[in-house]
């Protein structure tokens, strides 16, 4: 075998060749070692990563397929379970992953483990990581408690490493041999850091975790099931890991493997919404929907939606091209699975900077207008401070998204993830790149492990300028960003939005009124604190931040939710739960100035959107607390057949008289709101939590014409006049 060659001048560092060497998975003996995988996740403030640890699953069942072991192996999600079996038996062998979101968890639990049996062999791997060979044997140097850090995919070089350390009787110092995609530093002090392994092409190879039962103990209703039908990704973006050249080709499981796997899963799922639990699936390839098999795994999920009652929602990343295929996939499911259209810009300068020239701006753009005809929840994708990127071609990207009729626009920092060509050192001198440090949302917790408590906390490094965004636009941005979720997304002003849409307005123009606005009362209040906390968020420093973490009480003030939380979904929530009738009111400013401007102004119209907000308003009323209190309002217009229908004619909604309506929920939205506040809690943070989870359009009161004879006395009983109409 030979060490990768690798240019580290160039801006997309990258092996030249894989190695690929014949692999001995063969040892001469059954071994009585034992192993645990562990992805970690943090719980005490809510559970931070909800996916069932399906990854370090299939690593396990395809090192049990390959090697001799007694011992089935160990997988761990939550740190409190593991350290309850860590006070009964210490491992010979305990993996972490390395994701954003539980890096510094894994290095805290693995520190303390080495700590405590030095000949424990620890081994971390996950994107995570860095990209140029010189970072990655700094990473090693710097955290001792890695034995072995497995680059790339996990199955193949994990199983191998494994075979070495039996054969070298479990001595990390007698293991000299060269492991493809497994670096460490050898007994004499010189860094091995290897080539690459070829990767595996038949994703059948690898046994389902689900199928083998390693996964069951996990069905508890809190965490989320995942499936990879597919790995890869033909696009090079440079701020995504699988840009990479090494995940270039698309290798897939067999649809007998994956039918069988959402059978089992949908199964288990029906048991545990029958008991209050969650009811979803992530689908985590890349470009699902965009390749034909996967038409025939959505007919699967079609079956499991029948025979099953599930899922409910299917959270994935849709393809970038072939969005008439993506179409028909989320015909096949009923409108649950999540429709994306991630443009991160429209920019060409600043496409061209990030290598995403290859996907189609207008393909996405119509995946919104389509998607709507299906009722489906499609979602666009925008990154603020890419390289190229100003204010001006931000909000030029945000006008073409929104009108583009996408009904979720998420708004997202660019992240200088490891791993990344972004995060290398030329692309940030090349633009100017200025970084800051925060906490990741519910990322921080302590625990008790082997009788001492250890505390941490995940930091992340945001792009908040460069040589064409000043910090200042970067936190006008971050208004525009706030604005878009309360008054756009979600349809929580729909009938509104689609009153300008008929009269053949722009609801961006709509947006640039409310940002230009001077803001009043509670919404003055409202976006004065969240600016405040995106510029205190924000630390100079990783090393000084980390150490703040770990001072007495610190992690107590995230956990409470005092510090360290989604500012967009958290001050979303506050303003949904605590000021509609100041936001109705800002919206009613803004969009009479917007009919004012366009002379559109009539008596009519005015009227009109004077019942839409009013209509919009009760239906985002007590969702969450005080649910059994109904606005009740009177109605010049029938808002709900404006909405509900393509085509009307204004004269034909007026009601003789004003019909008084009152704003239900039904059983399917009580049950989905139930669920959610007992995973996530009722608090604002908990709420903020419920709204990224949830399809919330479909959650959103419905008005019920009150002259109707069939309407219960107990709803009229229930209905109080709402008083800000």
């Known amino acids: 075998m030979e060490l990768i060659q690798i240019d580290s001048n160039q801006n997309n560092s990258e092996a030249k060749k894989l190695s690929k060497p014949k692999i001995d998975l063969t040892t001469n003996h059954v071994s009585e070692i034992k192993i645990w995988l562990v992805d970690p996740t943090y719980t005490q403030q809510q559970i931070s990563s909800e996916s069932m640890p399906s990854a370090v699953g299939g690593i396990a069942t395809f090192s049990e397929a390959n090697l001799q072991l007694k011992h089935p192996i160990r997988l761990f999600k939550y740190p409190e379970k593991l350290a309850k079996a860590l006070d009964n038996e210490i491992p010979d062998i305990i993996g972490f992953s390395n994701y954003m979101w539980n890096c510094e968890l894994s290095l805290t639990l693995a520190r303390r483990i080495k700590e405590y049996s030095a000949d424990t062999i620890v081994v971390m791997g996950g994107p995570n990581y860095p990209v140029v060979p010189s970072e990655q044997e700094a990473f090693l140097r710097k955290h001792t408690e890695i034995d072995f850090y497995v680059k790339g995919e996990g199955e193949l070089a994990f199983a191998n490493l494994v075979a070495e350390l039996i054969r070298a009787d479990m001595k990390k110092n007698n293991v000299k041999n060269e492991i493809p995609s497994v670096h460490y530093i050898m007994s004499d002090g010189r860094a091995q850091i290897t080539s690459s392994v070829e990767r595996i092409k038949d994703l059948t190879e690898i046994p389902s975790p689900y199928l083998a039962g390693k996964l069951d103990e996990f069905f508890d209703g809190k965490l989320q099931p995942v499936i990879q039908t597919t790995r890869g990704c033909p696009f090079g973006c440079t701020f995504c890991v699988e840009g990479m050249s090494y995940y270039t080709k698309i290798y897939r499981s067999s649809q007998e493997k994956t039918k069988q796997e959402l059978h089992y899963i949908g199964s288990k799922m029906q048991q545990l919404k029958n008991n209050g639990g969650r009811n979803d699936l992530w689908v985590v390839d890349?470009?699902?929907?965009?390749?034909?098999?996967?038409?025939?795994?959505?007919?699967?999920?079609?079956?499991?939606?029948?025979?099953?009652?599930?899922?409910?929602?299917?959270?994935?990343?849709?393809?970038?091209?072939?969005?008439?295929?993506?179409?028909?996939?989320?015909?096949?499911?009923?409108?649950?699975?999540?429709?994306?259209?991630?443009?991160?810009?429209?920019?060409?300068?600043?496409?061209?900077?990030?290598?995403?020239?290859?996907?189609?701006?207008?393909?996405?753009?119509?995946?919104?207008?389509?998607?709507?005809?299906?009722?489906?929840?499609?979602?666009?994708?925008?990154?603020?401070?890419?390289?190229?990127?100003?204010?001006?071609?931000?909000?030029?990207?945000?006008?073409?998204?929104?009108?583009?009729?996408?009904?979720?626009?998420?708004?997202?920092?660019?992240?200088?993830?490891?791993?990344?060509?972004?995060?290398?050192?030329?692309?940030?001198?090349?633009?100017?790149?200025?970084?800051?440090?925060?906490?990741?949302?519910?990322?921080?917790?302590?625990?008790?492990?082997?009788?001492?408590?250890?505390?941490?906390?995940?930091?992340?490094?945001?792009?908040?300028?460069?040589?064409?965004?000043?910090?200042?636009?970067?936190?006008?941005?971050?208004?525009?960003?706030?604005?878009?979720?309360?008054?756009?997304?979600?349809?929580?002003?729909?009938?509104?939005?689609?009153?300008?849409?008929?009269?053949?307005?722009?609801?961006?123009?709509?947006?640039?009124?409310?940002?230009?606005?001077?803001?009043?009362?509670?919404?003055?209040?409202?976006?004065?604190?969240?600016?405040?906390?995106?510029?205190?968020?924000?630390?100079?420093?990783?090393?000084?931040?980390?150490?703040?973490?770990?001072?007495?009480?610190?992690?107590?003030?995230?956990?409470?939710?005092?510090?360290?939380?989604?500012?967009?979904?958290?001050?979303?929530?506050?303003?949904?739960?605590?000021?509609?009738?100041?936001?109705?009111?800002?919206?009613?400013?803004?969009?009479?100035?917007?009919?004012?401007?366009?002379?559109?102004?009539?008596?009519?119209?005015?009227?009109?959107?004077?019942?839409?907000?009013?209509?919009?308003?009760?239906?985002?009323?007590?969702?969450?607390?005080?649910?059994?209190?109904?606005?009740?309002?009177?109605?010049?217009?029938?808002?709900?057949?404006?909405?509900?229908?393509?085509?009307?004619?204004?004269?034909?909604?007026?009601?003789?008289?004003?019909?008084?309506?009152?704003?239900?929920?039904?059983?399917?939205?009580?049950d989905i709101i139930k669920r959610s506040l007992e995973l996530y809690g009722n608090t604002d943070l908990g709420i903020s939590r419920t709204i990224t989870k949830v399809f919330v359009k479909k959650i959103l009161r419905n008005g019920l014409d009150m002259s109707e004879k069939q309407k219960s006395v107990k709803i009229i009983e229930n209905s109080a006049d709402w008083p800000y109409c």
């Not at 990154?383 to 204010?391: C, K, T, Y």
């Not at 009729?405 to 030329?426: A, K, W």
């Not at 739960?577 to 917007?594: C, G, R, Y």
């Open 286 to 670: 890349s470009n699902f929907g965009m390749y034909t098999q996967d038409l025939d795994t959505c007919r699967s999920i079609a079956e499991c939606q029948a025979k099953y009652n599930w899922p409910d929602y299917i959270q994935c990343d849709t393809g970038k091209n072939n969005k008439p295929r993506v179409l028909s996939a989320a015909k096949l499911v009923k409108g649950a699975m999540r429709l994306s259209g991630s443009v991160q810009t429209l920019d060409s300068d600043v496409l061209n900077n990030i290598k995403r020239s290859n996907i189609s701006g207008g393909d996405l753009m119509q995946l919104a207008i389509e998607a709507a005809e299906i009722e489906a929840d499609s979602r666009s994708e925008i990154i603020l401070a890419l390289p190229g990127e100003s204010l001006k071609s931000h909000f030029q990207t945000i006008n073409t998204v929104i009108d583009a009729r996408f009904n979720h626009v998420n708004t997202y920092q660019l992240m200088m993830l490891p791993g990344t060509e972004i995060d290398s050192p030329e692309t940030r001198k090349k633009f100017e790149m200025k970084t800051r440090f925060r906490v990741l949302p519910r990322c921080f917790g302590y625990f008790e492990v082997l009788q001492k408590q250890v505390v941490a906390a995940e930091i992340e490094e945001v792009c908040i300028s460069t040589n064409t965004l000043s910090f200042e636009d970067y936190v006008r941005c971050r208004i525009m960003h706030l604005l878009i979720h309360i008054f756009h997304n979600d349809g929580l002003f729909d009938s509104a939005l689609k009153f300008i849409k008929f009269l053949k307005l722009s609801p961006y123009k709509w947006l640039e009124l409310l940002f230009q606005e001077n803001m009043t009362g509670g919404v003055r209040e409202l976006f004065e604190k969240y600016e405040e906390d995106t510029r205190q968020e924000l630390w100079l420093n990783r090393d000084e931040l980390l150490h703040n973490t770990q001072n007495p009480g610190v992690i107590d003030s995230y956990i409470s939710g005092e510090i360290g939380y989604n500012l967009l979904f958290l001050h979303k929530a506050i303003a949904i739960s605590k000021f509609v009738p100041e936001l109705k009111k800002f919206a009613k400013l803004t969009l009479e100035k917007l009919l004012i401007e366009n002379k559109k102004d009539t008596k009519e119209n005015l009227d009109f959107l004077n019942d839409a907000l009013n209509y919009d308003a009760c239906c985002i009323t007590n969702l969450f607390a005080n649910a059994e209190k109904i606005p009740t309002i009177n109605l010049k217009y029938d808002i709900g057949k404006f909405v509900s229908e393509k085509n009307t004619i204004m004269e034909k909604l007026l009601f003789p008289k004003p019909v008084t309506f009152s704003f239900i929920l039904d059983d399917y939205q009580k």
